[in-house]
Nanobody, 126 residues
Framework: EVQLVESGGALVQAGGSLRLSCVASGFTFDDYDYLIGWFRQAPGRERVGVSCISSSDGIAYYADSVKGRFTMSTDNAEKTMYLQMNSLKSEDTADYYC?????????????????WGQGTQVTVSS
């Protein structure tokens, strides 16, 4: 059984930083074709992609709204993915979810992920 558990969400002032973590069990990032990503959902809005990686090229892709401020990384040995968020803005306030899938696709934002974490809340005060 695959489980994803996020942590690191908090209340932070605008301009501050947070690092979100997502620990995976029953899933590894380097054994086969996979996609992993971070998504967020603000109150009253649809869930949108923030950053993702596809094993097809191993490149981290970012939504335009977070480019230059957020960095996605992985620690394969710890089976953990991270989202470093710097220069946070009030519009970054949302519930953040990590996701994973076994598969191959060049568009890691559009893929129908199989596994989702429970979410962690990020609130940025202005």
């Amino acid at each position: 059984e695959v489980q994803l558990v996020e942590s690191g969400g908090a209340l932070v002032q605008a301009g501050g930083s947070l690092r979100l973590s997502c620990v995976a069990s029953g899933f590894t990032f380097d054994d086969y074709d996979y996609l992993i990503g971070w998504f967020r959902q603000a109150p009253g809005r649809e869930r949108v992609g923030v950053s993702c990686i596809s094993s097809s090229d191993g490149i981290a892709y970012y939504a335009d709204s977070v480019k230059g401020r957020f960095t996605m990384s992985t620690d394969n040995a710890e089976k953990t993915m991270y989202l470093q968020m710097n220069s946070l803005k009030s519009e970054d306030t949302a519930d953040y979810y990590c996701a994973a899938a076994v598969g191959w696709d060049r568009n890691c934002f559009k893929y129908a992920y199989d596994y989702w974490g429970q979410g962690t809340q990020v609130t940025v005060s202005s």
